[in-house]
């Protein structure tokens, strides 16, 4: 038995009272079953119980079996010593504090059913446990939860964004063209995208960002793709020869290191999002007056940001995918899903820290606003979640349906789910309902 299905059954009181007695006969009462701790030390901190008519205040620890409090060597470990009470499943043995006292302990008992169908959902193969019967669960609640999950996406957001921040000297416009190149590549390439921001430093691009050529100089230089040899016709076509020219002053002058060529994927990719074409984009999204960074703070509606990274590829792109190899003529716009893309994965987690890290709360709630009315995302996961009736009808929705997804149902964390809550309890009713999860 998982000791997480425990700490459930004790944070809520679903457990048989009477089954709260000790190997002596003595009733135990709880009147607060404590705090919940995720972190080291006792599973539940502050609780109170009356037992032989005493009231007793202090941490209780749960486990399976009584014997594995020595199995985990809580009986060698001082912090410990403040258990009033252990809880198990079974009591297999007695066991004593790292001060030598010995600790009450109590065998719980419990509604089988509760167990089976916590079992039910964990162990159920389908990548949603719950599929089948989420639909019974009212959507109001639903929504509710969706709410915390996007939330708890964007914390976790904040805490990567936070630490890039630290790392780049505080400097916010450096921040946001790292987070930008990190997605810009799609899942293909989204790696040496990484690896060309880590190369190519926004301190060197900011220095050219009024001239168009020169950053597309640094960025296809940098990535590697003007070697000589990658591209079979590139040498004769002029625009690759002036990028080339451009890049070897560039490389001099800054000391800069290219990527291999070779690591930037074509195959299986649609011509429209060759990596060629994607370094245009970001070159154009990159030369604005004044700063990215800047221009995203005084934004204020979502139709401006995406006015703001919507670009196109420079002229040359218009009859090319590859260099020195005409195409068809079209303009190579960034479009609607890689501005959606760039705005719910880059620019809003970063606007979102910011509004953290400069205790400005507006810039915290115009990061919610921006989700909450851009278009959601269509991948596999959203449209498995719509298969089993919760549709995203935008990108906050879809955003705590991934969380939800990456967080909670691929780790089978049912119980620490409201949903999957809702679903052991069956209709059970607490007594404080609105904590349904296991929580700090």
Not at 59 to 69: L, R
Not at 125 to 140: R, W
Not at 144 to 166: D, I, S
Not at 358 to 387: G, Q, T, V
């Amino acid at each position: 038995m998982k000791e997480e299905f425990l700490h459930f059954l004790w944070k809520y009181g679903l457990y048989h009272q009477e089954s709260l007695r000790t190997t002596d006969g003595y009733k135990i009462e709880v009147l607060y079953p404590g705090d919940y701790n995720r972190d080291s030390g006792p599973d539940f901190f502050n609780a109170r119980i009356r037992y032989r008519d005493i009231e007793w205040a202090g941490n209780v620890e749960v486990h399976a079996k009584a014997s594995h409090f020595n199995l985990h060597g809580h009986n060698r470990d001082h912090a410990y010593d403040n258990v009033i009470l252990h809880v198990v499943a079974v009591n297999d043995c007695q066991v004593y504090s790292a001060s030598g006292t010995a600790i009450t302990t109590v065998e719980i008992a419990f509604d089988s059913f509760i167990y089976q169908k916590y079992l039910n959902l964990v162990n159920n193969p389908c990548s949603i446990a719950c599929q089948e019967e989420i639909s019974s669960v009212s959507n109001f609640y639903v929504r509710h939860w969706l709410n915390v999950l996007v939330v708890e996406r964007l914390e976790e957001k904040y805490r990567m964004v936070a630490k890039m921040f630290e790392e780049t000297g505080n400097d916010w416009e450096e921040v946001l063209y790292r987070m930008i190149s990190r997605y810009f590549g799609f899942r293909v390439n989204a790696e040496p995208f990484e690896m060309l921001a880590s190369a190519l430093p926004f301190r060197i691009i900011r220095k050219h960002a009024d001239n168009r050529l020169q950053v597309e100089a640094l960025l296809f230089g940098t990535a590697g793709l003007l070697t000589e040899g990658l591209f079979r016709d590139a040498i004769s076509d002029e625009y690759y020869r002036e990028l080339l020219r451009e890049y070897y002053i560039l490389r001099t002058k800054y000391s800069l290191k290219l990527l291999h060529g070779w690591i930037w994927k074509f195959n299986k990719l649609r011509p429209v999002n060759f990596p060629t074409i994607r370094l245009s984009q970001l070159a154009g999204m990159l030369c604005v007056a004044g700063g990215l960074f800047s221009r995203v703070l005084e934004t204020k509606e979502i139709h401006e940001l995406r006015n703001l990274f919507s670009v196109s590829a420079s002229k040359y792109w218009d009859t090319h995918y590859i260099f020195g190899k005409v195409s068809k003529e079209e303009k190579k716009n960034t479009g609607e899903l890689a501005t959606g893309i760039i705005i719910i994965n880059a620019v809003v987690p970063v606007l979102f820290t910011y509004g953290k890290i400069k205790d400005k709360i507006e810039y915290c709630s115009r990061s919610l606003d921006f989700l909450e009315n851009s278009s959601p995302e269509d991948n596999r996961i959203i449209r498995e979640w719509k298969a089993a009736g919760l549709i995203a009808n935008s990108a906050f929705d879809s955003q705590g349906l991934l969380q939800l997804r990456t967080a909670y149902c691929n780790k089978r964390k049912c119980i620490h789910c409201r949903i999957g809550n809702k679903l052991i309890l069956n209709g059970i009713v607490l007594k404080n309902e609105d904590e349904l999860m296991l929580e700090p």
